[in-house]
């Protein structure tokens, strides 16, 4: 890429998040790294800038919060540098069943998968159109093939927005997609504080793959790309599976 476009990464002071600033930096996006972690979105803006030789903005935010959403839809509509991708990453899950759980959490969880990836899309979006060229991503989850609490659904949500915004602006330049990576080598699962001996090595991915598969998804126009030979057949096999056998509490 000769001229420097910019990227925007959400979660990216951790897994997948550094995988997609660091590959859209070594691709020669310029970038804009937001999560909530100021010394490892600091560290990570360091190393970027020192290896790849391209520009880094920090950009802290808590996406449960509007006005903290409003300050990244408002850079993502900055048409001086404006945005050439969109990568909606932040995201983890809660664990629980819906009647236990605590509804502020849900509120958040629902605010971190849906809600903020909305409204920064809808923010990006009219830029995109109008420069002829965009991609935005959406990190789902094999989850969302499966029925098992809140978080396939907000998953769910990723894959079919992914499918519906390809379709539409797709002939415009503007590429959307979903990637629904399985177990991936993370800090999801110790946030979620998830016993993860019982899951075979082989079930695992790493952060750098899942990345790769994403962005050259997007690139081709891809609306949604599953991971790994081994995770397209599992949603295979669900796809004809008994519904009940994958969903929780059935
Ligand atoms: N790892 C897996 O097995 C797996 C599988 C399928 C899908 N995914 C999806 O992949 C995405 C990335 O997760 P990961 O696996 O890379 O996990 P991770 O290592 O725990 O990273 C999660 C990122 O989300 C950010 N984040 C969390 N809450 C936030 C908030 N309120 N505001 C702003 N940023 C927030 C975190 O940053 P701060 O804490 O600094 O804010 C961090 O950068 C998620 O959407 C997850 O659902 C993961």
Redesign the pocket.
């Known amino acids: 890429m000769s001229t420097a476009q910019w990227a925007l990464v959400?979660?990216?002071?951790?897994?997948?998040?550094?995988?997609y600033a660091r590959s859209l930096a070594r691709s020669g996006h310029n970038l804009v790294l937001?999560?909530?972690?100021r010394d490892?979105?600091e560290s990570l803006a360091g190393s970027i800038v020192q290896e790849f030789s391209v520009k880094c903005e920090v950009l802290l935010?808590?996406?449960?919060?509007s006005r903290?959403v409003a300050r990244v839809a408002k850079r993502l509509r900055d048409s001086a540098q404006p945005i050439r991708v969109l990568i909606?990453?932040?995201?983890?899950?809660i664990p629980g069943h819906l009647d236990e759980s605590d509804a502020s959490l849900e509120r958040?969880h629902l605010?971190?998968?849906i809600t903020?990836p909305l409204e920064l899309t809808k923010a990006v979006l009219p830029g995109m159109l109008e420069r002829g060229e965009g991609r935005v991503v959406f990190?789902?989850?094999?989850?969302g093939y499966l029925a098992r609490g809140s978080?396939s659904a907000?998953?769910a949500w990723g894959l079919t927005m992914a499918r519906s915004l390809n379709a539409t602006y797709k002939s415009r330049g503007v590429h959307v997609s979903a990637?629904?990576?399985?177990?991936?080598?993370?800090?999801?699962?110790?946030?979620m504080k998830m016993d993860i001996t019982m899951f075979p090595s082989f079930l695992w991915?790493s952060?750098p793959y899942?990345v790769e598969r994403s962005l050259t998804a997007v690139e081709a126009g891809r609306a949604v790309t599953i991971p790994s030979f081994r995770y397209k057949t599992l949603v295979a096999i669900a796809a004809v599976l008994p519904k009940k056998w994958h969903q929780a509490g059935d």
Do not use: C, M, W
């Open positions: 959400t979660g990216a002071s951790s897994g997948l998040g550094v995988e937001v999560a909530r972690n490892r979105l935010a808590d996406l449960h919060k903290d909606n990453n932040a995201g983890y899950g958040d605010t971190i998968h903020a990190v789902s989850s094999v989850a978080y907000h998953k990637v629904a990576p399985g177990f991936t080598r993370t800090e999801f699962h110790q946030r991915l952060a899942v």
